[in-house]
């Protein structure tokens, strides 16, 4: 790179760093004000709750404001260069102004890689230390309250439960049942099924099985049975911002495990594991927007080019959000409700480029 890549690409990068850690600094001051009541505990102390909880906010905050915060750093650094007739002279030398955007995109493609690498493996491991926090310390402790509960656990296999009792992992008036088309195989009943932590198994009690076979019918009793299925405690935990938790590979490994149980309204995953691949790609395509729309110089200084800015990362924030809605609520394909606003924003900075003048 030459002395012009590195000039524009140090503003740029440390520019970033320095609005990351003020917008942090500031929802970090409003979460504290929020939650200090919760924090009013003797054994909590100032360290503890910095250690325990905030260290693990701060790349959620990164991760998730970085589209907008590298739309403002695009605008904020290229307008202070055109104010002071950079842009102008940098153009009259003979440079294109395509060639001023290459350390603009050299820094955004690192931003880039570090979100993918954030949102997509380090932040879920520190949101489940953030929540465990907050499940100690903030939130009530969660109660499943859900009844008759019906799962699919295989193709052929179908579990019910009346109600599930969380503090003890014990379900009440437990049914599996093993359907092929619209025949019933084999049915087990059992009054309670209770979560083995030792053995990692339910034990059914006092069960009773009926299986059918060839036209006949044979009951068989017992006081205790051990048994394996598709389902552990985990699926009656609280579920609240789930899916911030999950990494790549683990939302995949979900989005198949519950496909294979037919269970429906897997959306939500489906559009998160989509999300994590059209961040990166959304910092690139925001900086080159932002860079376009701020490169002249205009009277009155750098604001209204920084509100501009403001206005089109909102705009580009209300998309993600009308999208997905579509997409939950409407049957809209998840994979194009995600990327629809990287689509749109590309659209707008090729236009914007070939409108520019150079």
């Known amino acids: 790179m030459k002395i012009l890549d590195w000039y524009i690409l140090k503003k740029f990068l440390s520019t970033y760093i320095f609005i990351i850690l003020v917008f942090s600094g500031i929802l970090i001051v409003i979460d504290l004000a929020e939650k200090i009541e919760n924090f009013r505990k003797p054994d909590l102390t100032a360290w503890r709750i910095f250690s325990e909880y905030y260290i693990y906010l701060i790349p959620h905050f990164t991760s998730q404001l970085s589209p907008l915060i590298i739309f403002i750093t695009a605008v904020f650094v290229t307008s202070r260069l055109a104010s002071h007739t950079e842009i102008v002279a940098i153009l009259s030398s003979g440079t294109s102004f395509f060639r001023i955007l290459r350390p603009y995109f050299i820094g955004s ?14 932040v879920p491991h520190t949101n489940k230390k953030r929540h465990d926090f907050e499940n100690k310390y903030v939130r009530d402790k969660f109660i499943f309250k859900d009844i008759n509960i019906h799962r699919q656990l295989a193709p052929n296999i179908f579990a019910y439960i009346h109600s599930y009792d969380n503090p003890t992992q014990t379900g009440y008036r437990f049914t599996l049942e093993e359907i092929k088309g619209k025949d ?36 068989t009793f017992g006081t205790a049975l051990d048994t394996t299925l598709a389902m552990t405690p985990k699926d009656f935990e609280s579920k609240h911002l789930q899916n911030e938790q999950l990494t790549i590979t683990e939302l995949s490994e979900m989005i198949v495990e519950m496909k294979a149980r037919g269970e429906a309204n897997i959306e939500n995953l489906i559009i998160e594991k989509y999300l994590r691949y059209a961040y990166p790609f959304s910092i690139i395509i925001l900086t080159v927007i932002g860079v376009i729309i701020s490169a002249r110089k205009v009277r009155g200084g750098t604001g209204k080019q920084i509100a501009i800015g403001f206005a089109l990362a909102i705009l580009y924030v209300f998309l993600i959000i009308v999208f997905k809605n579509f997409a939950q609520k409407e049957g809209f394909p998840p994979i194009l409700a995600v990327w629809l606003p990287n689509i749109i924003f590309g659209m707008i900075g090729f236009y914007l480029y070939f409108k520019l003048p150079k």
Do not use: C, D
């Not at 493609?109 to 380090?122: E, N, P, R, T, W």
């Not at 087990?188 to 083995?196: L, Q, S």
């Open 109 to 122: 493609s690192v931003i880039g890689l570090m979100i993918f690498y954030l949102y997509g493996y380090l």
């Open 184 to 219: 019933l195989v084999a049915k087990i009943e059992a009054p309670r099924i209770i979560w083995n932590q030792k053995k990692q198994k339910w034990s059914m009690e006092s069960y009773r099985l009926r299986t059918i076979k060839n036209g006949e019918e044979k009951m």
